[in-house]
């Protein structure tokens, strides 16, 4: 069974700060791992995949297989930052997106 | 493209009632996901369809959820007699066709809560 674990529910750095959110998987097989953000007031958004190896407001991901892990990082935190920031994790095509717990990102000024 | 649409975005029902919760999918997209947040927790997988047809439901509780998404017109989650225990906010998502890289990507509707009195 796909499972997702993020080991902090909340997580509070300063501004300018580096920040990294982790991301724990379990899947058997080749999975596919997104982050998804969720800014006050708004819907859940897509924040990256890691397919496309890109660096999106500055945040970016590596998948390690042998650990297992898709933690999210950023060298200098903004405060714009805070949000609800979920991983997530997905099989081949045609299953479910399989949702972490979540952790809430605080960027104190 | 007005997006993912969920009605109502609030609602109250009283123990024992049914509760409706609609979901528009984005223009184009044939597959329709549904999450349930429950206070303070993450967001749960419940059950992924397309039209006319239930891929996934091993997330839905086995008594009194079901959901459906028909040839035409929007998916429905559907709760019947409610307990204050299904008090929660339901997000709906949709995708492309369940295919390729894009169908891997879901876009989310505002979610609609559920107060159960």
């Known amino acids: 069974a796909q499972r997702v674990t993020q080991p902090e529910k909340l997580l509070s750095v300063f501004k300018g700060a580096p920040v990294e959110l982790k991301c724990n998987y379990s899947y058997s097989g080749s999975p596919e791992l997104f982050w998804y953000v969720q800014y006050s007031r708004q819907r859940l958004q897509l924040l990256l995949r890691h397919i496309s190896r890109e660096s999106i407001k500055g945040f970016t991901a590596d998948l390690n297989k042998g650990e297992t892990s898709f933690h999210l990082k950023k060298p200098f935190a903004q405060e714009e930052d805070s949000a609800m920031y979920y991983c997530?994790?997905?099989?081949?095509?045609?299953?479910?997106?399989?949702f972490g717990e979540g952790t809430q990102l605080t960027v104190n000024p | 493209n007005a997006g993912v649409m969920q009605n109502p975005r609030h609602l109250v029902r009283r123990r024992g009632q049914e509760a409706r919760l609609r979901c528009s999918p984005m223009?184009?997209?044939?597959?329709v996901y549904w999450y349930r947040q429950l206070p303070e927790e993450g967001l749960k997988f419940m059950v992924y369809?397309?039209?006319?047809?239930?891929?996934?439901e091993s997330g839905m509780p086995k008594e009194r959820f079901s959901a459906e998404f028909p040839k035409e017109g929007p998916s429905i989650l559907r709760i019947q007699q409610v307990v204050r225990g299904d008090s929660a906010a339901y997000f709906c998502a949709s995708s492309p066709n369940g295919r390729g890289l894009g169908a891997n990507v879901l876009t989310f509707g505002a979610g609609s809560r559920l107060t159960v009195l």
């Open positions: 369809l397309q039209k006319e047809n239930i891929i996934d």
């Open positions: 223009k184009g997209h044939s597959h």
């Open positions: 997530s994790v997905r099989g081949t095509s045609g299953s479910r997106l399989t």
